[in-house]
T-cell receptor, first 109, second 115 residues
Framework: DAKTTQPTSMDCAEGRAANLPCNHS???????VYWYRQIHSQGPQYIIH???NNETNEMASLIITEDRKSSTLILPHATLRDTAVYYC??????????FGSGTKLNVKP | GAVVSQHPSRVICKSGTSVKIECRSL??????MFWYRQFPKQSLMLMAT?????????EQGVEKDKFLINHASLTLSTLTVTSAHPEDSSFYIC???????????FGPGTRLLVL
């Protein structure tokens, strides 16, 4: 599976968009990019995933670059409840997730 | 989204005893379930993959005789920590997917403390 790299932490003002980057420069053509988040002492929560095209759902948008070497998760209007560790995972088949260290997003009032 | 539960949410046991953790998919049938372990301030570590009706596949370095996994039905997988020791104290999290191509949904986790 492709390794992903993310910034250790980011701050975002409440109500503003949070843009979380992820590099996956060794990703192959069949590997999906998944995003999960983990709020303290809870199990990870699925956010969104994509292969090539940009994706949007009720939680977030996922922008994948044309060469697929990086992606950005966008939370359009961050709230205090969005404070969590966000994990970007590149996944090929058989669904085995290997979590990196993720990005700690701090949403501040 | 799909719902996955775990029981118990937290357990305290004495060193040398065995502890069983259940993972259930509540509103879908899960052909594949996964078990992870997370130590404080660290990321999740995949321990094993379990497919309904077959033996679990363990990640390198995970002792299969210590962490017994059973996936007896399409909605239930169990992890038994045998002869638990204080170093087994951790946050154990399961996930489930409808099949190997599908998104994983995670349970809320079980916090194990071995005294």
């Amino acid at each position: 599976d492709a390794k992903t790299t993310q910034p250790t932490s980011m701050d975002c003002a409440e109500g503003r968009a949070a843009n979380l980057p992820c590099n996956h420069s060794t990703i192959s053509g069949n590997e999906y990019v998944y995003w999960y988040r983990q709020i303290h002492s809870q199990g990870p929560q699925y956010i969104i995933h994509g292969l090539k095209n940009n994706e949007t759902n009720e939680m977030a948008s996922l922008i994948i670059t044309e060469d697929r070497k990086s992606s950005t998760l966008i939370l359009p209007h961050a709230t205090l409840r969005d404070t969590a560790v966000y994990y970007c995972i590149a996944l090929y088949n058989f669904n085995k997730f290997y979590f990196g260290s993720g990005t700690k997003l701090n949403v501040k009032p | 989204g799909a719902v996955v539960s775990q029981h118990p949410s937290r357990v305290i046991c004495k060193s040398g005893t065995s502890v069983k953790i259940e993972c259930r998919s509540l509103d879908f049938q899960a052909t594949t379930m996964f078990w992870y372990r997370q130590f404080p301030k660290q990321s999740l570590m995949l321990m094993a993959t379990s497919n309904e009706g077959s033996k679990a596949t363990y990640e390198q370095g995970v002792e299969k005789d210590k962490f017994l996994i059973n996936h007896a039905s399409l909605t239930l997988s169990t992890l038994t920590v045998t002869s638990a020791h204080p170093e087994d104290s951790s946050f154990y999290i399961c996930s489930a997917s409808k099949d190997s191509q599908e998104t994983q949904y995670f349970g809320p986790g079980t916090r194990l403390l071995v005294l």
